[in-house]
């Protein structure tokens, strides 16, 4: 079993940066594949980035690439989303989900641990 805990949330202006923070408990968070989701009001749960456990590759939707950056902390059990350049459009619930093993998938339904959610609010 693993656990998430997201942090870092919050809001500010248009064009501003935040950094979302996962912690995981469990020994073998160096072997999960992790990703970061959103979902704004209204709308389903979309991808946002992932990034494997074996050799740190990436992925990141579209609409986030170029702005935000996925990295991992290992030792710390701790995945990261730093976004920058941040628009209104970005506004939504965060999630950080985990997987055991496997690739940057970017579908929800491949992830089996599942945060909280943390809330990142962009003004205009």
């Known amino acids: 079993q693993v656990q998430l805990v997201e942090s870092g949330g919050g809001l500010v202006q248009a064009g501003g940066s935040l950094r979302l923070s996962c912690a995981a408990s469990g020994r073998t968070f160096s072997r999960y594949t992790m990703g970061w989701f959103r979902q704004a009001p209204g709308k389903e749960r979309e991808f946002v980035a992932a990034i494997q456990w074996i050799g740190g590759s990436t992925h990141y939707a579209d609409s986030v690439k170029g702005r935000f950056t996925i990295s991992r902390d290992n030792a710390k059990n701790t995945v990261y989303l730093q976004m920058n350049s941040l628009k209104p459009e970005d506004t939504a619930v965060y999630y950080c989900?985990?997987?055991?093993?496997?690739?940057?998938?970017?579908?929800?339904?491949?992830?089996?641990?599942w945060g909280q959610g943390t809330q990142v609010t962009v003004s205009s």
């Open positions: 989900a985990g997987r055991y093993s496997g690739t940057t998938y970017a579908t929800a339904d491949q992830y089996n641990y």
